[in-house]
């Protein structure tokens, strides 16, 4: 078998791809970043087009603080995502896509160790189906150009 079609689960986790997210500018609506970075507590958001630029805290709670996905420090929609069937794709940023992409097209999925907590373990059901590998794979064509 060609090692393109497979698939290794490298165990990631949904929160590996939490602090740079791209997300839709809230000022001009084009592609924007979101980065949060946890040691320092702050998240920030950046418009490369129109240069919109907010910084916030990931404190969210007197002494406390939320690891979550950088484009929800600022309720800001995620840049890719596209309609699927009666379902959404959507991924964090090119690595996340990238990752979703290896696996969707991989004939052979290998996974190793598990923990049951692993990103792909999480997917919805029609991310897993083959009968819908064609269909994802044009999505993720069409949200690498966008």
């Not at 990631?12 to 946890?38: G, R, T």
């Not at 404190?59 to 699927?84: D, M």
Request: glycine share 2%.
């Amino acid at each position: 078998m060609n090692q393109q079609n497979r698939f290794q689960d490298e165990n990631m986790i949904l929160s590996n791809f939490y602090q740079e997210v791209l997300v839709v500018c809230p000022s001009c609506a084009k592609k924007a970043i979101a980065n949060v970075n946890f040691d320092s507590k702050t998240a920030r958001l950046f418009c490369l087009h129109c240069g919109f630029n907010k910084e916030t805290t990931t404190t969210l709670v007197k002494n406390g603080t939320v690891k979550t996905a950088a484009n929800h420090y600022f309720n800001a929609s995620l840049w890719l995502t596209l309609p699927f069937k009666n379902d959404v794709f959507w991924a964090y940023n090119d690595k996340h896509l990238e990752y979703l992409e290896r696996y969707i097209i991989a004939a052979l999925r290998e996974h190793k160790d598990r923990t049951n907590f692993t990103l792909l373990e999480k997917l919805p059901k029609f991310y897993h189906e083959a009968k819908n590998r064609e269909g994802l794979l044009k999505i993720i064509t069409k949200l690498k150009s966008k």
